[in-house]
């Protein structure tokens, strides 16, 4: 359910590195460097464009601290980054600690890794070691799933947290994209988890607009959103606690190969991390969706107001 994505494809100039996306591959020629210089560090990304953003932010702070970066946004699908990264085509992603967990494990598993940071960092570099991939410490920052309810709604039902939905759930209609009703994120996790039971279920967009509209105009009364995408913070809706786990770990989190986890590289996007909370994803989110500056734009901004770069 989370990072609903397209396949994409693009090329490189002829001296930097070239990505060419055919029949669900990705080839990345080796990015040139002069001798006795850094290597450039080719930092992808999905075609979601909170990663790009992370990207861009990562790009940022390693040029200023000397390292040579070359950024190739929107590659395509989780499918296609992770394995450009494990077999060296990329050097550095950012992705989410828990849903790659699951990623990792196929199958559309939902691991128990899956569910908190430190398990999933140690189930990461386990996984990945195999690659000479790593991660490094995950920001304060998660985007995840939430349950979203108006203030109004929250008030009339003295509603914090998912499991306060209990004793009123059988009088409000729970939104969602279509395969809600089956995904152990959503309403099936909702009925197994917190034993929650809604009067009916409507089918919405992935998180989008139209889910917002459907929550404002009391078509629903509950709706799943994304925690940094914006709509939450825009709207003054009410994101419900998660108490019991329902959703993974999934913090953004620095995915790199381990020829290029030096010190002063991790030192550096450790600051990036330290920085980064969810609340200024959303508000970085909310630059590009309303106000359409480039992603590019909106990191290199934010580095300059925390004084990064």
Request: some cysteine; hydrophobic content about 40%; charged content about 15%.
């Amino acid at each position: 359910m989370k990072q609903p994505l397209r396949n994409a494809a693009g090329a490189f100039g002829a001296v930097v590195a070239g990505v060419i996306l055919a029949a669900g591959a990705i080839v990345v020629s080796a990015p040139m460097a002069s001798a006795g210089s850094k290597p450039t560090i080719v930092i992808g990304s999905t075609n979601f464009e909170e990663q790009t953003i992370v990207a861009n932010l990562y790009a940022d702070v390693l040029k200023h601290a000397g390292y040579p970066v070359k950024v190739e946004p929107s590659l395509g699908a989780r499918s296609v980054v992770v394995p450009a990264l494990e077999s060296g085509q990329i050097d550095l992603e950012p992705d989410y600690a828990g849903s790659l967990v699951n990623f990792l494990a196929g199958n559309n598993a939902t691991l128990p890794q899956s569910k908190t940071l430190k398990a999933a960092e140690k189930y990461l570099k386990s996984h990945l070691s195999k690659y000479r991939v790593t991660v490094l410490p995950g920001a304060q920052a998660i985007d995840t799933n939430v349950f979203a309810v108006t203030k109004q709604t929250a008030k009339k039902y003295h509603l914090s947290t998912v499991a306060s939905l209990k004793a009123h759930a059988s009088q409000l209609v729970l939104g969602g994209p279509s395969e809600c009703p089956t995904n152990e994120g959503c309403l099936k996790g909702l009925q197994k988890v917190y034993g929650l039971h809604f009067a009916s279920f409507k089918s919405l967009d992935e998180a989008g607009p139209i889910s917002v509209a459907a929550l404002k105009n009391g078509e629903v009364q509950v709706v799943e959103l994304f925690s940094s995408n914006g709509a939450v913070q825009s709207n003054h809706f009410v994101a419900l606690k998660d108490t019991k786990h329902l959703e993974g770990a999934t913090y953004v989190i620095p995915v790199i190969r381990k020829s290029f986890d030096s010190h002063g590289v991790t030192r550096v996007l450790d600051k990036v991390s330290k920085a980064l909370t969810t609340s200024t994803l959303s508000a970085l989110n909310l630059k590009v969706t309303t106000t359409k500056d480039q992603p590019a734009t909106v990191a290199k901004t934010w580095l300059k107001h925390k004084k990064l770069i």
